[in-house]
């Protein structure tokens, strides 16, 4: 058989590698397509020695190099015999190697004589690269089976027998070896609750020849349940009947308890969402809005509504939209994560600075379910940044302008790196190579290289982390310039300094203000120490810098050192600080400013000031001290309150003067009045009896009116002289144990008559409650009064309460009414003498307005208090008296002490002295009714001229006669 049989044609048509060899030689004689692409590179056609073995290198499946005496093609060129299905692997001229299944059969001529080989090559790489995964597929799943607890069952439904992998037994609790296989066994492993939904659930399966699946609990022995989750398929056979049931039981109790865990988290999850403090949101794969929390909606003012879907890109920026729009769609079609910094503005215009990002969610399998992001309001930070970037641009001019220089001292070289402005400030040209520190030595001022050379080792030495020296340098063109140097120290890891680095200023024109300004300060100390004033100097915010040496006398400040930066707005009280802060605040932009106010001395001494506050402007205008120059005025101050106080209190007294002025003159026609209303009745009854005759009946009538209207006067007169007698001091009283039950009755006895003239009820409530230590006359008086008033000012058919009780160790007398009250403005005065609510003499009530003055000194001297309350107008009006009680018991069999035998004065010898004539006769006359002899003289002169023949027992005399 000849090579010439091999048809080029037909082998490029194999799908394998086919090569055609000569022997013994093995030359490649022929060869197809496919063997080209196993070789990776095609043979050049020309080459018709290259040999077979010298186009591949052979090795074993385990990768070790194959000799060539034992390569399969020098096995079918020895023995003539073929090698079929032979694995193997070569190595082509890049260097990677595959694997091949190997076929080579002999080509044989007519003698049988091997005259060349088709050697076959089918790549099985990619079968060998599936074996193996398949395999380690295999061992991971049985490794995954066992570590997840998964078993396998199979049921024999013919016999009811079971069959169980051993972690099955495992899964339900069982010993290795236990179960025993019975379909009864596996049933009472079950939860009761799960028996009958997994019986009902095999019985469907089988039915129905759909795949069995459910999640059922199982019960332990020891009381444990695990959960299972079973699947599994009927098997039937060529008749439809239902032989086998097979499939895995998965322990899914972990999964359970993630579930739980899970819909807690997720619980938690969505509780914290809407509290958080940034802004929360989830997409869809596509990137669409599904889902924003408070705070988001709250930054981009839309509601969760509005933000569904692309609705989000309202609260957009308009400035930011388009950018934004861009970059969340391409991050969510491309799959990767989100972050933007971006701007929200609301529909009322408020932008809030964000930082929005977003990352995928996945479920377990990885599948994408879409993005959840945040954004986190971050306009804080971008207005730092801004303040921070405008502060930078500032330092960076302020450092142009200032002339400096920066440096560096490597200490371990002694190599110093100036920056160009550094040369310029030392007056030295620029050098390619590097200082050193014996050339800045030199650079300085001769006086000035010791101390800054020990400045220097001692920041070194001591490994203080910055320097800061102040010194002269020899500037060759400028002369003598001063420069401040700041640096700081470096150090390395095991704490020695390696670097000392910092920057040079040019301070030359400061060190000269300096002088100047010192020259200038002590001119003005001067100038301040002469000063008679207490003058103090203040910096920009109030803070106290300087006090002159009359101004700490004035102060009486022993030690200025406490008071030097303390707040000059201080030293003023409370009262007196608005006053000063207001001229602080003048002055701080650039006016002048006075004020006067008090203020103490350190020691309390109470003193006045005026105060000039003058700013201080630098040559900007700009306030940088404040010059605050204090009088003391104390002296003319207090003149000035002086005469203040006296202008008020002559006010107060002329205001009093008026009052009383007009208080006498409505009491003088209100007397007038009251004086002459009486007497009318009076004079017109006696005229009338002098010059006509009457019946007895009228001429009865007439006595009375004439007898009432003199008891209204005298009554008028006696509270006139109870007055006179308060107002002196002279109102004397019989003090004794009182019973108040009598005193209320006596009282209640005299004003009975007019008020039954009135139809006005009387209800007294008194009980025994104990004693008083009182005049009983003068308490009579109070509560007569106090019934008059109530039954005047009571319209017909009214009602008087008058109640007595104890309220503690006080006794209270409780007299109401419901008469016209009292206006709640007029309550504060009811007590005044002479006041009444109508003054005018036309008023419906009469009195002086004294009986409610005279009562609450009367109340008052029995160590009493007195009030009066009113709902108001035609509401009524009560009376409260409460006077202390004696720590006696009442007397029950108490009689009346008001009720005394009629005197008998026979024998009794009286000299009445009055020089009005009808009062004289009127005693005379009284006087003799009772049996008493009497003598009535018109003056003093007549008294001494009958003393002697007359010799009175008693003597009654007017007291006011000329």
């Given at each position: ?300 003012g839309l509601t969760a509504e509005e933000a569904q879907g692309k609705g989000w890109l309202k609260a957009l920026h308009p400035d930011d939209r388009e950018r934004v729009y861009a970059q969340w769609y391409r991050a969510a079609e491309s799959n990767v994560p989100f972050w933007s910094e971006y701007r929200f503005q609301t529909a009322e215009g408020v932008v809030s600075w964000l930082i929005g990002q977003a990352i995928a969610e996945r479920d377990t399998e990885g599948n994408l379910l879409g993005y959840v992001g945040t954004i986190t309001d971050i306009s804080e930070r971008q207005q730092t940044e801004a303040a921070l970037r405008e502060n930078e641009q500032r330092l960076r001019l302020a450092l142009t302008g200032a002339e400096a220089g920066l440096w560096d001292w490597e200490i371990q070289t002694d190599k110093i790196v100036w920056s160009p402005e550094n040369y310029y400030l030392y007056g030295l040209a620029p050098t390619n190579g590097s200082l050193r520190y014996e050339d800045w030595y030199n650079a300085l001022h001769p006086e000035e290289r010791e101390r800054v050379n020990t400045e220097v080792a001692s920041v070194v030495e001591q490994r203080r982390p910055e320097f800061q020296a102040e010194f002269r340098i020899v500037h060759p063109q400028r002369g003598i310039r001063w420069i401040l140097a700041l640096g700081r120290l470096t150090l390395n890891e095991q704490g020695e300094p390696i670097r000392l680095s910092g920057i040079n200023l040019d301070i030359t024109v400061r060190k000269i203000a300096e002088s100047v300004l ?445």
């Open positions: 058989m000849s090579l010439s049989i091999v048809d080029s044609q037909l082998i490029d048509l194999l799908p394998v590698a086919v090569y055609v060899c000569e022997a013994p030689s093995g030359v490649i004689k022929r060869y197809n397509r496919k063997a080209a692409e196993l070789w990776g590179c095609e043979p050049k056609r020309d080459d018709t020695e290259k040999r077979f073995s010298g186009a591949f290198r052979l090795y074993y499946p385990n990768g070790s190099l194959m000799a060539h005496c034992h390569t399969p093609m020098v096995e079918v060129l020895r023995d003539g015999m073929p090698v079929h299905n032979r694995e193997a692997m070569i190595e082509r001229p890049d260097g990677s190697r595959i694997t091949v299944l190997v076929n080579i059969d002999p080509i044989k001529d007519e003698t049988g004589v091997t005259v060349g080989t088709v050697n076959v090559f089918q790549d099985i790489s990619d079968r060998k690269r599936v074996e193996a995964e398949l395999q380690e597929s295999e061992e991971r799943l049985r490794l995954a089976l066992y570590a997840s607890g998964m078993g396998t069952w199979d049921w024999n439904i013919q016999t009811g027998r079971i069959q169980w992998s051993e972690n099955l037994e495992t899964l339900f609790g069982l010993e290795r070896g236990e179960f025993d296989g019975s379909f009864e066994m596996f049933v009472a492993r079950l939860h009761p609750a799960d028996r009958q939904r997994v019986l009902a659930a095999v019985d469907r399966a089988i039915a129905t020849k759909e795949d069995y699946e459910i999640e059922f609990r199982v019960v332990y022995p020891n009381g444990t349940i695990r959960w299972a989750q079973s699947q599994g398929k009927v098997f039937y056979d060529q008749n439809g009947q239902p032989m086998r049931m097979a499939g895995i039981d998965i322990d899914i109790t972990e999964r359970k308890r993630a579930e739980v865990a899970l819909r807690e988290s997720e619980q938690r999850y969505a509780t914290l969402a809407q509290i958080s403090p940034v802004g929360i949101f989830r997409t869809n794969v596509h990137g669409d809005c599904l889902y924003t929390n408070a705070r988001w909606c709250e930054l981009a010192r020259q200038s300060e002590e001119f003005k100390r001067l100038m301040l120490e002469s000063s008679s004033d207490c003058i103090k100097l203040l910096d920009p915010e109030g803070k106290l810098l300087y006090v002159n040496a009359r101004g700490r006398c004035l102060l009486e400040i022993d030690d200025i050192t406490p008071y030097i930066n303390t707040d000059w707005i201080c030293f003023w009280q409370q009262g007196d600080r608005s006053a000063a802060q207001t001229a602080f605040a003048v002055a701080k932009t650039g006016e002048l400013s006075r004020f006067q106010s008090f203020c103490p001395t350190a020691k309390g001494t109470p003193k006045w000031w005026d105060v000039v506050i003058a700013p201080i402007l630098n040559s900007a205008g700009q306030v940088t001290q404040l010059l605050a120059t204090s009088r003391d005025i104390t002296a003319g101050k207090q003149a000035e309150i002086e005469r203040e106080r006296l202008l008020k209190q002559e006010q107060a007294a002329r205001a009093e003067a008026e009052r009383a002025n007009r208080v006498k003159d409505e009491f003088l026609a209100i007397l007038s009045h009251e004086l002459r209303s009486p007497l009318n009745p009076i004079l017109g009854w006696a005229k009338l009896m002098q010059t006509r005759s009457f019946a007895p009946t009228k001429m009865a009538q007439a006595l009375a009116t004439i007898e009432r209207n003199a008891k209204l006067q005298c009554q008028l007169i006696d509270d006139l002289l109870d007055v006179a007698k308060i107002l002196r001091g002279k109102l004397s009283m019989n003090v004794a144990p009182v019973n108040l039950v009598f005193v209320i009755e006596a009282a209640l006895d005299t004003v009975r008559t007019a008020a039954v003239a009135k139809s006005i009820l009387l209800h007294p409530v008194l009980p025994q409650i104990g004693q008083v230590c009182g005049d009983s006359a003068r308490l009579q008086q109070i509560v007569w009064n106090l019934l008059s008033n109530a039954i005047k000012f009571t319209p017909t058919g009214g009602r008087v309460d008058i109640r007595l009780s104890r309220v503690g160790n006080l006794a209270q007398i409780t007299v109401s009414d419901t008469g016209k009250g009292i206006k709640p403005d007029f309550v504060p005065h009811i007590f005044e003498s002479f006041r009444q609510e109508d003054v005018s003499t036309t008023r419906k009530y009469g009195g002086l307005g004294l009986g409610l003055a005279i009562v609450q000194h009367l109340v008052e001297a029995h160590g009493g208090t007195i009030w009066a309350d009113s709902p108001g107008e035609g509401q009524g009006a009560t009376f409260t008296v409460r006077l202390p009680l004696l720590a006696l018991e009442p007397k029950s069999d108490e009689t009346d002490e008001f009720s005394e035998p009629e005197p008998d004065l026979t024998t009794i010898r009286v000299l009445v002295v009055d020089d009005e004539p009808d009062s004289r006769e009127l005693f005379a006359a009284l006087l003799s009714q009772y049996g008493a002899e009497v003598l009535s003289v018109a003056s003093a002169a007549e008294v001494l001229a009958s003393l002697e023949s007359f010799q009175p027992d008693v003597l009654v005399s007017d007291i006011g006669m000329p």
